[in-house]
């Protein structure tokens, strides 16, 4: 077994079971990509398992802090098992859910969601990559499946060194699929959606927006990044009469107005545009535009740290103009989903919207991704998605 040691003082986040050794903390040692290796301190002592990542800045990712656990197929296996037996207990009203969630599950780098018969699995690091067939028949075992599509195909492969890889690891047949969520069904192509087909993450948030929609009488409503339009059959199905889903995708669009006809909605109350979102919200506010909602749930703007302040600006333009065209009582329902924007910051760039627009609101929730994404206490960087509710005063 190869080894790395630590600098000295750089084995405390590990100590805090915090996963990940980045270049700059290693004195000596390397290995293949996706080698499990022995980390030790400065000292000699043993502080976990990991895996090794030769191309990326984050150089070896844990998979066990326990000197005595082996990483071998029976380890895959227990950490699958586990997953998929924890999201079985969680209160999930869909038939498509993440069944495995990187780090927060235990093996870096591993994303699996399931839609239906189908599980769908990106494999980002290194050390995922090495162990790809062994962690795919571990998926289908703990399942019962027989269908695994794999979509390594998102850009941090390339910061592992790694090529975009696209298309069926076990099974065939078609990859359009249509699931249950709630009481709407929603279509989507395993092979072309955005991340594994669709943002399950949001399946919470869609429900108690249909709430909100329904509770404060919310009739005329504005989806911004409508993507395939989840919002926005929520808030049909909450009793809004108008609905407007904006989105620069044609192909997005044409899906959000194909889950309105699928769910029995009057196609009379939605309209698909595809437009600029920031242009849209200033063309609506030159007009005297308002509505009783508006949905800002835009793309990751700062996907680190270093981008923050440039996404900062993004976000409070969008939020800025979100919160002038609501009318007086209406709702915003905004998001980020940038992990390089923490929750507080998110705060901070609303509230400084608000002033800038002149208005201000009560916070009626905060809100994140569903459960079946978990954060764990180890690990503050799964907190990447969060929202506010907020009733515009």
Avoid at 11 to 29: D, M, V
Avoid at 48 to 54: E, G, I, K, L, T
Avoid at 139 to 161: F, M, N
Avoid at 253 to 273: Q, S, W
Wanted: glycine content about 10%; some cysteine.
């Amino acid at each position: 077994m190869k080894s790395i040691r630590l600098r000295a003082g750089k084995e405390r986040s590990l100590q805090r079971r915090h996963p990940w050794i980045f270049q700059g903390s290693i004195e000596k040692g390397r290995a293949d990509a996706g080698e499990t290796v022995r980390v030790d301190s400065a000292e000699g002592e043993f502080l976990c398992w990991a895996a090794f990542s030769p191309e990326s800045q984050i150089r070896a990712r844990a998979w066990s802090f326990d000197a005595a656990e082996r990483i071998d197929a029976a380890f895959f296996q227990r950490r699958i098992e586990s997953a998929v037996a924890v999201r079985a207990r969680l209160p999930i009203a869909s038939d498509a859910v993440r069944l495995f969630h990187g780090e927060s599950d235990g093996l870096p780098g591993l994303i699996v969601d399931r839609y239906g018969d189908t599980l769908v699995a990106q494999f980002g690091t290194a050390g995922t990559e090495r162990w790809k067939a062994v962690i795919a028949d571990a998926l289908l075992a703990a399942t019962g499946l027989a269908r695994l599509y794999e979509r390594s195909d998102a850009s941090v492969r390339g910061l592992e060194g790694l090529p975009e890889v696209r298309g069926w690891l076990r099974g065939e047949g078609v990859t359009e699929i249509v699931i249950q969520e709630h009481e709407w069904r929603l279509s989507l192509d395993v092979a072309e959606g955005h991340k594994t087909g669709y943002y399950l993450d949001q399946r919470d948030s869609r429900k108690k927006f249909a709430e909100v929609v329904r509770h404060y009488g919310a009739k005329s409503v504005l989806n911004c990044f409508s993507y395939t339009g989840g919002f926005s059959v929520a808030a049909l199905a909450g009793g809004a009469e108008e609905v407007i889903s904006v989105d620069s995708s044609g192909p997005a669009l044409e899906r959000a107005c194909a889950h309105v006809a699928l769910n029995g909605f009057d196609a009379a109350r939605h309209t698909a545009l595809d437009a600029d979102v920031n242009q849209t919200l200033r063309r609506y506010l030159q007009e005297g535009r308002t509505f009783d909602a508006i949905v800002l749930d835009p793309p990751k703007f700062a996907p680190t740290a270093a981008h923050a302040e440039r996404a900062a600006r993004a976000y409070k333009d969008i939020n800025r103009l979100g919160l002038k065209l609501l009318a007086p009582g209406g709702l915003l329902f905004t998001f980020s989903c940038s992990g390089g924007i923490p929750p507080d910051l998110f705060h901070k760039i609303v509230a400084g919207a608000g002033l800038d627009a002149g208005v201000d609101g009560f916070i009626l929730d905060r809100v994140g991704a569903a459960p079946d994404h978990p954060q764990t206490i180890y690990f503050p960087e799964g907190e990447y998605l969060k929202g506010l509710l907020i009733l515009k005063r």
